[in-house]
């Protein structure tokens, strides 16, 4: 299965790879990846630990530059753009959060929009918006420490600071794996609406295929640093192949 | 009373001495060490250098930098110069210690959210770091203020006159009046200093 940009339509991809390797010495993290991401769409790239798939996340914020090939953002290269001004127009959550633990949730939040030059009381108010919408009501949240917050209250607020500056791509690092079931269940049915709600382009990483049925509009599943599959959902279920198999195993 | 008049005016002499090193030492360490993060190659050499110094029994370190021409020679100048070498090192590898010890993933949003290499270090590296580096100025602090007696030996004055002075008349009285307040100095300085880093913001 090749990786075309069925579902991409008629609208120009947000983010593009473009015969992307990339490698460290002699080991090969990603081979020739090609993959166009629509705006407005929630692709999942799916695959086990060491298949690359967040060396390929990294790429699109520049945090990483491809050894060969090229990562298009909004058609620029990563390469071309001024990477602190490409990094403000693109939200981050990781599984870790890193939270600023100086930092009180507010001014967590209002990050990005503080270094974007906005007004105060626009901060303000963008902050107590995004808590709201993440169910952390503003009163009680805005003034605590990181270390006062649970860990499923310290990913939404991970989220909240990500969405703060309205950026029009995101991107997720398994944010929700080291929460528990139950409190995972309940930020990703949160991650719908707010992804279905704010039409965002995401980009999410994840090794647990629930998770990518779930959320995805499509699926790309990375195996030894190659895209082996990129479909929707629904034809996840059909689709063939030995490492499709064995993630569809999981699914149970 | 004029013997009361020389303790004070020697335990000022001395006071001033340690607050010139160690200020000197501390922007030095400080700026040095920041550098430091950014060049993991240079680590180990200025790492070795300002342990090497530290290795220097102090009173061979004062006598050493005597004959050195414009640095050295004997008095005050010199005296302060042997002790920002000693107080160095601690300064120097705390604020290495604390930039590097910053969480991974909090370094790598900060990075991610587009903030800019300054940012990073105004806003998030040395707010995180600042209990590190506060303890390396409190120890840099307390051993040069017992470190500075020996400043008297190459004219650098201080508390020193009293013990060198009651060393050579054996005089314990006048070692005393030198020893006890460097050690009064040095327990102010500890716990001031010590008052102030837990003050900071507690992470």
């Given at each position: 299965m090749t990786a075309t940009d069925s579902g991409a339509g008629p609208r120009p991809a947000q983010v593009e790879f473009r015969d992307v390797s990339y490698r460290i010495g002699a080991k090969?993290?990603?081979?020739?990846l090609n993959l166009k991401v629509a705006a407005g769409e929630t692709l999942v790239l799916l695959g086990?630990?060491?298949?690359g798939k967040t060396t390929a996340l990294k790429m699109v914020n520049g945090l990483v530059q491809p050894t060969e090939g090229q990562v298009l953002v909004e058609g620029k290269p990563t390469t071309e753009w001024d990477l602190v001004r490409l990094r403000r127009r693109i939200g981050y959550v990781i599984q870790d959060v890193g939270l600023f633990p100086h930092f009180t949730v507010s001014r967590n939040v209002g990050l990005v929009p503080r270094l974007e030059g906005w007004e105060p009381a626009r901060i303000d108010h963008r902050t107590s918006e995004l808590l709201a919408m993440l169910d952390l009501p503003p009163d009680q949240?805005?003034?605590?420490?990181?270390?006062?917050?649970?860990g499923g209250q310290r990913q939404r607020v991970g989220v909240a600071r990500a969405l703060a500056a309205d950026p029009p791509v995101l991107l997720f690092d398994e944010?929700?794996?080291?929460?528990?079931p139950v409190t995972r269940q309940e930020i990703q049915q949160q991650f719908l609406r707010v992804s279905q709600s704010l039409g965002k382009t995401s980009i999410f990483v994840t090794h647990d295929a629930r998770e990518a049925m779930l959320l995805a509009t499509r699926i790309g599943l990375l195996a030894g640093g190659r895209l082996e599959t990129l479909v929707s959902p629904s034809d996840f279920l059909q689709a063939k192949g030995a490492e499709v198999e064995a993630f569809r195993a999981c699914l149970g | 009373m004029t013997q009361f008049t020389e303790i004070w005016d020697l335990t000022l002499e001395h006071i001033s001495m340690v607050l010139i090193a160690v200020g000197i030492a501390s922007g030095l360490g400080i700026a040095l060490g920041i550098a430091l993060t950014r060049r993991p190659g240079l680590r180990r050499w200025v790492l070795g250098f300002a342990g090497v110094m530290q290795t220097v029994p102090s009173l061979a370190l004062f006598g050493f930098l005597i004959p050195i021409p414009l640095i050295g020679g004997i008095g005050k100048r010199t005296a302060i110069l042997a002790l920002v070498l000693y107080a160095l090192l601690p300064v120097l590898r705390n604020t290495l210690t604390g930039i590097l010890g910053v969480d991974a993933a909090v370094r790598e949003s900060a990075v991610a959210m587009g903030m800019t290499e300054r940012q990073i270090l105004w806003e998030v590296e040395l707010p995180l770091a600042s209990r590190t580096i506060l303890a390396g100025v409190r120890v840099a602090t307390v051993t040069t203020i017992g470190t500075a007696t020996i400043a008297a030996a190459i004219g650098g004055g201080g508390l020193g006159v009293f013990i060198f002075r009651g060393l050579a008349s054996v005089d314990s009285a006048q070692i005393l009046a030198g020893a006890i307040p460097a050690a009064c100095i040095a327990l102010a300085a500890e716990g001031g200093l010590g008052w102030v880093e837990r003050k900071l913001s507690p992470v």
């Amino acid at each position: 299965m090749t990786a075309t940009d069925s579902g991409a339509g008629p609208r120009p991809a947000q983010v593009e790879f473009r015969d992307v390797s990339y490698r460290i010495g002699a080991k090969q993290i990603l081979s020739h990846l090609n993959l166009k991401v629509a705006a407005g769409e929630t692709l999942v790239l799916l695959g086990r630990s060491g298949s690359g798939k967040t060396t390929a996340l990294k790429m699109v914020n520049g945090l990483v530059q491809p050894t060969e090939g090229q990562v298009l953002v909004e058609g620029k290269p990563t390469t071309e753009w001024d990477l602190v001004r490409l990094r403000r127009r693109i939200g981050y959550v990781i599984q870790d959060v890193g939270l600023f633990p100086h930092f009180t949730v507010s001014r967590n939040v209002g990050l990005v929009p503080r270094l974007e030059g906005w007004e105060p009381a626009r901060i303000d108010h963008r902050t107590s918006e995004l808590l709201a919408m993440l169910d952390l009501p503003p009163d009680q949240y805005l003034q605590r420490y990181p270390r006062q917050l649970s860990g499923g209250q310290r990913q939404r607020v991970g989220v909240a600071r990500a969405l703060a500056a309205d950026p029009p791509v995101l991107l997720f690092d398994e944010p929700f794996g080291a929460l528990d079931p139950v409190t995972r269940q309940e930020i990703q049915q949160q991650f719908l609406r707010v992804s279905q709600s704010l039409g965002k382009t995401s980009i999410f990483v994840t090794h647990d295929a629930r998770e990518a049925m779930l959320l995805a509009t499509r699926i790309g599943l990375l195996a030894g640093g190659r895209l082996e599959t990129l479909v929707s959902p629904s034809d996840f279920l059909q689709a063939k192949g030995a490492e499709v198999e064995a993630f569809r195993a999981c699914l149970g | 009373m004029t013997q009361f008049t020389e303790i004070w005016d020697l335990t000022l002499e001395h006071i001033s001495m340690v607050l010139i090193a160690v200020g000197i030492a501390s922007g030095l360490g400080i700026a040095l060490g920041i550098a430091l993060t950014r060049r993991p190659g240079l680590r180990r050499w200025v790492l070795g250098f300002a342990g090497v110094m530290q290795t220097v029994p102090s009173l061979a370190l004062f006598g050493f930098l005597i004959p050195i021409p414009l640095i050295g020679g004997i008095g005050k100048r010199t005296a302060i110069l042997a002790l920002v070498l000693y107080a160095l090192l601690p300064v120097l590898r705390n604020t290495l210690t604390g930039i590097l010890g910053v969480d991974a993933a909090v370094r790598e949003s900060a990075v991610a959210m587009g903030m800019t290499e300054r940012q990073i270090l105004w806003e998030v590296e040395l707010p995180l770091a600042s209990r590190t580096i506060l303890a390396g100025v409190r120890v840099a602090t307390v051993t040069t203020i017992g470190t500075a007696t020996i400043a008297a030996a190459i004219g650098g004055g201080g508390l020193g006159v009293f013990i060198f002075r009651g060393l050579a008349s054996v005089d314990s009285a006048q070692i005393l009046a030198g020893a006890i307040p460097a050690a009064c100095i040095a327990l102010a300085a500890e716990g001031g200093l010590g008052w102030v880093e837990r003050k900071l913001s507690p992470v």
